[in-house]
């Protein structure tokens, strides 16, 4: 068969489309007899509480030198809070954990980074306002006559990214740069120290622990990653892989741990293992991909007149009508982004014009609200919630009128409510008035898809709907954006996730370069006319 590729001027490689294919006949751990490396960690019956909510109930699992072990679970099944008692940001209640045959409960994330235990987690630590070469050096920057070695940060961090295949510039400022590129920063972080904490403190490299290194970056990025991967394999390092992208896991692992409810199901070679295996052992059942009723409207409920946003955006007209999915696809850079923002009012056309209802779009979020506009942005965190607070306050964010009397919340009503978002959209919480931030990033992505749901948008735009969202919640948000769709709504849908934009879309707008470069039917679309229009090596008529 074929294999369809993408020229990447950045980098000046050709990538393949489908590189989960390709990364099938890459080594694996039947081709090189890992069973026989000795043990670099070892969890055994490993238990952690808070409060009433046991979160850990007995895991227990090891990890080989030169093995990539994949945990794969639903969100609230226990990875983050194992992954975090490994790093040292928690410590277990009972259990045991030796590192290379010696007990070990790491005070700090220095203590573990010090022992040769390294993590990547999936909110990134990287400070907007520093260089790419001063995020990545933070932990253990380089000091000569007690003063900070530039010359010497600067080589450090051109290895580090060298180890990941990235071209980008140590001294750029990492705000500026885009997610995918933030996302690769962060492994390279982790990278470097990995090769210098340890070794600092007399250790050497022992376990890199990477939890959704991929939920940001593009296919030629991946398949760095997965290179830099196989080295560190190959170099002796033990890799707990943890990654809601069953595909990916079952690909790149030797072997692979599933949790389910705080404690270890079974543990397995990846060779013996497949997806559905893997989703039956998660969620205790098997998980069907519900039937996709089509439906086909000229009513327009939002339309792009010629738009354009300078730099990102050229001339690009298309309608989105009452009770579709309209999918926005394409490569980073393409202008997806750009799309859904500008009509969700965060930014403004240079050029063009866009309606909403037949009249003018307001040119504000705010205003856009007011006409009837949702929108769920792609970080959760950073835009969408208010951690800190309580489930009640972020479902009613957006309408809290709804429950106020003479400027005066009623508290009553924000707990019923918070209490209704819960139940409605299936969150594993311990009440509605439990911190956000305490919830697995599931749950908190459907308390964001709550807020807006109950406020029955008429024109819903999303980005990103399940990044870093298990197969179970991914199937139940699935769920939520065709059916609010089907009850009259316009929705549009931002995502790199092609299965995804497959599987929801009744139409597909595909963008390259910031220009329309076709529109495809949902119903009969495949990831191969997608990419080709994507990477503009096809045309078709819009």
């Not at 260089?131 to 900070?148: D, K, M, Q, Y």
Request: charged residues 25%; aromatic residues 4%.
């Amino acid at each position: 068969m074929a294999v369809m590729r993408v020229h990447s001027p950045a980098s000046h490689r050709s990538i393949d489309i489908n590189w989960y294919s390709r990364y099938q006949w890459l080594e694996r751990s039947h081709a090189f007899g890992r069973s026989g490396l000795r043990t670099v960690i070892s969890l055994e019956g490993v238990r952690k509480s808070f409060g009433a909510t046991r979160a850990l109930s007995g895991v227990s699992f090891d990890v080989r030198a030169g093995e990539v072990h994949a945990l794969v679970g639903e969100n609230g099944a226990g990875k983050s809070t194992l992954m975090n008692i490994l790093a040292g940001v928690l410590r277990a209640d009972s259990g045991s954990v030796t590192l290379d045959g010696t007990a070990v409960q790491f005070r700090t994330t220095h203590e573990a980074k010090a022992a040769g235990v390294a993590t990547v987690f999936q909110e990134l630590s990287l400070v907007d306002g520093l260089s790419v070469e001063e995020n990545i050096c933070a932990g253990w920057p380089p000091v000569r006559f007690g003063l900070v070695d530039r010359a010497e940060m600067r080589r450090r961090a051109e290895q580090a990214l060298a180890r990941l295949g990235m071209r980008l510039h140590p001294g750029a400022q990492v705000g500026k740069l885009l997610a995918s590129q933030r996302q690769s920063v962060e492994i390279a972080k982790a990278l470097d120290q990995l090769f210098h904490a340890g070794h600092a403190r007399g250790h050497s490299v022992q376990v890199l622990i990477l939890d959704e290194p991929t939920s940001a970056l593009n296919a030629e990025e991946k398949l760095a990653l997965f290179a830099t991967v196989r080295a560190l394999r190959a170099a002796g390092i033990g890799i707990i892989y943890i990654s809601h992208h069953l595909d990916e896991a079952i690909a790149l692992a030797d072997r692979i741990t599933v949790l389910r409810d705080g404690a270890t199901v079974w543990t397995k070679p990846a060779v013996e293992v497949d997806a559905d295996m893997l989703v039956r052992a998660m969620v205790g059942r098997d998980v069907q991909r519900a039937g996709r009723t089509r439906i086909t409207s000229a009513d327009a409920a939002a339309t792009f007149h010629d738009v354009s946003r300078k730099g990102r955006l050229s001339g690009v007209t298309f309608s989105l009508c009452r009770g579709e999915v309209l999918a926005v696809a394409g490569l980073d850079g393409s202008g997806r982004e750009t799309v859904a923002r500008l009509l969700a009012g965060i930014e403004r056309p240079d050029a063009g014009r866009i309606m909403l209802g037949g009249e003018l779009h307001p040119g504000s979020l705010r205003a856009a609200m007011a006409r009837g506009v949702g929108y769920v942005p792609d970080d959760r965190k950073a835009l969408g919630l208010f951690t800190e607070m309580s489930i009640a306050t972020n479902a009613l964010a957006a309408d809290l009128a709804s429950i106020s009397r003479l400027g005066f919340v009623s508290g009553g009503a924000l707990i019923s409510e918070g209490a209704e978002v819960i139940r409605r959209h299936r969150i594993k919480a311990a009440g509605p008035m439990q911190q956000v931030g305490a919830l697995s990033g599931g749950n908190q992505q459907k308390v964001l898809f709550g807020k807006w749901l109950r406020r029955n948008p008429q024109v819903l735009i999303v980005e990103e709907p399940t990044k870093g969202v298990d197969i179970g919640a991914k199937r139940e948000i699935h769920d939520q954006i065709v059916d609010h769709a089907r009850a009259g709504a316009a929705v549009l849908v931002a995502s790199s996730d092609l299965p995804e934009i497959l599987e929801l879309a009744d139409r597909i707008l595909v963008l390259y370069r910031g220009r329309l470069a076709g529109v495809l039917e949902g119903r009969s679309a495949t990831e191969e006319q997608v990419m080709a229009l994507a990477s503009g090596s096809a045309i078709a008529a819009a």
